[in-house]
């Protein structure tokens, strides 16, 4: 008896020396509450024992007491299958066995069979006591890809593994894009815990990173694909930033963008308007689908105009205004003002001062107008302030005469103007 015990710790031993895996010991206890021999007659077992986990090799070496104090031994190996795990295993207590233990948490059911060929069945529970020191985590299993949508939550399942099981009660923390790293918690007894990060609203890619045990140890990099949410909300433009009143008009939708509510832009979408409508206007507004052109009636004032629309996108509709500039049409001009004031002399200069011009329409507005230049001696004159100076002679009163150039659009027209100095 005494020479299996010292064979068994011996092993035992020998095992930590090879491994270096101290922090592998554990004690730990098994209650069979549903325990029968081939007859059928239920037995209650205790078994408190100290064990060794290698780490490296499935390997699992266990020594320990069971009822009334009896010596107990047991070597293991296991396997993995999910949350469930297969651990065949060699037993001494009055004489070798051989049997399988099939684990789920902290549940098991157990088949012995002994040299006699005597059959053992049983349901139990095992409860960790002591586990000295923390699991070393090899690697980190979960995704290598997600995809998610902006605002929604991302829920992650990692699970830390040593070389041949999991590793339980381990600090995991994660960072996003190498930024801060944040705390997640300690992995559960199958070695799992769950990432919740934060709703992310900006779509592109994300690098996820995993560290385990401290900051410093990276153990896996997942990539986060965050995609735009639904369609909310569409952006275009014309080809003309203004059109001219008295002309139908000719407007292209161009530079369509499609956006969700966080303002990511979404780059596969299918559109269709559905309608225009000019708004506190009863004038009639045409689409064309074929080349994507909105043609508006004649306006006969200029300013800045509500067009509305209504569109299906990805099968959602959508309205929104579009503001639509109609300045005066050029065909239209009825008068032009230019007033040029003399200022006084400045040695041998004299000043002058422009008033901006002001077109007059047919429709009796007026606009001032900004592009315009005065030649003097059919050379152009610097204008700073809507002040400038061309030179005098000595003789008065004498006439000067302007040649203002004044562009409206596509009209231009030069207008001479004459004033007399008499000192």
């Given at each position: 008896?005494?020479?299996?015990?010292?064979?068994?710790?011996?092993?035992?031993?020998?095992?930590?020396?090879?491994?270096?895996?101290l922090h592998n010991i554990y004690i730990g206890y098994n209650y069979d509450f549903l325990y029968y021999n081939q007859s059928f007659k239920s037995i209650n077992g205790h078994y408190l024992y100290i064990g060794y986990n290698s780490g490296n090799i499935p390997l699992k070496i266990q020594l320990g007491t069971q009822n009334?104090?009896?010596?107990?031994?047991?070597?293991?190996?296991?396997?993995?299958?999910?949350?469930?795990?297969?651990?065949?295993?060699?037993?001494?207590?009055?004489?070798?066995?051989?049997?399988?233990?099939?684990?789920?948490?902290?549940?098991?059911?157990?088949?012995?069979?002994?040299?006699?060929?005597?059959?053992?069945?049983?349901?139990?529970?095992?409860?960790?006591?002591?586990?000295?020191?923390?699991?070393?985590?090899?690697?980190?299993?979960?995704?290598d890809y997600i995809y998610n949508i902006a605002g929604e939550k991302v829920n992650i399942r990692l699970t830390a593994k040593t070389q041949n099981d999991v590793a339980e009660n381990v600090d995991i923390f994660y960072s996003i894009n190498n930024k801060d790293i944040v705390y997640i918690g300690k992995t559960n007894q199958?070695?799992?815990?769950?990432?919740?990060?934060?709703?992310?609203?900006?779509?592109?890619?994300?690098?996820?990173?995993?560290?385990?045990?401290?900051?410093?140890?990276?153990?896996?990099?997942?990539?986060?694909?965050?995609?735009?949410?639904?369609?909310?909300?569409?952006?275009?433009?014309?080809?003309?930033?203004?059109?001219?009143?008295?002309?139908?008009?000719?407007?292209?939708?161009?530079?369509?963008?499609?956006?969700?509510?966080?303002?990511?832009?979404?780059?596969?979408?299918?559109?269709?308007?559905?309608?225009?409508?000019?708004?506190?206007?009863?004038?009639?507004?045409?689409?064309?689908?074929?080349?994507?052109?909105?043609?508006?009636?004649?306006?006969?004032?200029?300013?800045?105009?509500?067009?509305?629309?209504?569109?299906?996108?990805?099968?959602?509709?959508?309205?929104?205004?579009?503001?639509?500039?109609?300045?005066?049409?050029?065909?239209?001009?009825?008068?032009?003002?230019?007033?040029?004031?003399?200022?006084?002399?400045?040695?041998?200069?004299?000043?002058?001062?422009?008033?901006?011009?002001?077109?007059?329409?047919?429709?009796?507005?007026?606009?001032?107008?900004?592009?315009?230049?005065?030649?003097?001696?059919?050379?152009?004159?610097?204008?700073?302030?809507?002040?400038?100076?061309?030179?005098?002679?000595?003789?008065?009163?004498?006439?000067?005469?302007?040649?203002?150039?004044?562009?409206?659009?596509?009209?231009?027209?030069?207008?001479?103007?004459?004033?007399?100095?008499?000192?």
């Amino acid at each position: 008896m005494a020479k299996k015990i010292l064979i068994l710790l011996s092993v035992l031993f020998m095992s930590i020396f090879a491994f270096g895996k101290l922090h592998n010991i554990y004690i730990g206890y098994n209650y069979d509450f549903l325990y029968y021999n081939q007859s059928f007659k239920s037995i209650n077992g205790h078994y408190l024992y100290i064990g060794y986990n290698s780490g490296n090799i499935p390997l699992k070496i266990q020594l320990g007491t069971q009822n009334n104090l009896q010596f107990s031994g047991l070597i293991s190996t296991f396997a993995k299958l999910g949350k469930f795990s297969l651990e065949p295993y060699l037993k001494y207590n009055n004489d070798f066995s051989i049997g399988i233990m099939i684990n789920y948490s902290n549940f098991y059911f157990n088949y012995t069979l002994n040299k006699n060929n005597n059959q053992i069945f049983g349901v139990g529970l095992n409860i960790p006591v002591i586990k000295f020191g923390k699991d070393i985590v090899s690697y980190i299993e979960s995704p290598d890809y997600i995809y998610n949508i902006a605002g929604e939550k991302v829920n992650i399942r990692l699970t830390a593994k040593t070389q041949n099981d999991v590793a339980e009660n381990v600090d995991i923390f994660y960072s996003i894009n190498n930024k801060d790293i944040v705390y997640i918690g300690k992995t559960n007894q199958f070695g799992e815990i769950y990432l919740k990060l934060p709703k992310i609203h900006e779509s592109g890619k994300y690098k996820i990173n995993i560290y385990a045990g401290n900051k410093a140890k990276k153990m896996k990099t997942i990539i986060l694909k965050v995609q735009p949410a639904k369609v909310t909300n569409i952006s275009f433009d014309f080809d003309k930033k203004s059109i001219f009143t008295d002309n139908q008009n000719i407007l292209h939708i161009r530079n369509i963008k499609v956006y969700d509510k966080f303002s990511n832009e979404i780059k596969n979408y299918e559109i269709k308007f559905i309608k225009f409508k000019v708004l506190g206007d009863s004038k009639e507004v045409k689409y064309s689908y074929l080349d994507n052109t909105v043609i508006l009636e004649p306006f006969g004032e200029s300013g800045s105009y509500d067009l509305y629309y209504e569109v299906n996108v990805n099968g959602k509709y959508i309205n929104g205004i579009k503001k639509i500039v109609v300045k005066n049409n050029p065909k239209n001009i009825s008068d032009i003002k230019i007033d040029i004031e003399y200022l006084g002399r400045e040695k041998s200069s004299g000043l002058f001062k422009i008033k901006i011009p002001e077109i007059y329409f047919l429709n009796s507005e007026k606009e001032y107008i900004n592009s315009f230049f005065v030649y003097y001696n059919n050379k152009k004159v610097d204008i700073k302030n809507n002040i400038f100076k061309v030179p005098l002679n000595e003789n008065f009163p004498q006439n000067i005469i302007f040649k203002v150039d004044i562009n409206y659009y596509n009209y231009s027209k030069t207008i001479k103007k004459v004033l007399t100095i008499t000192n």
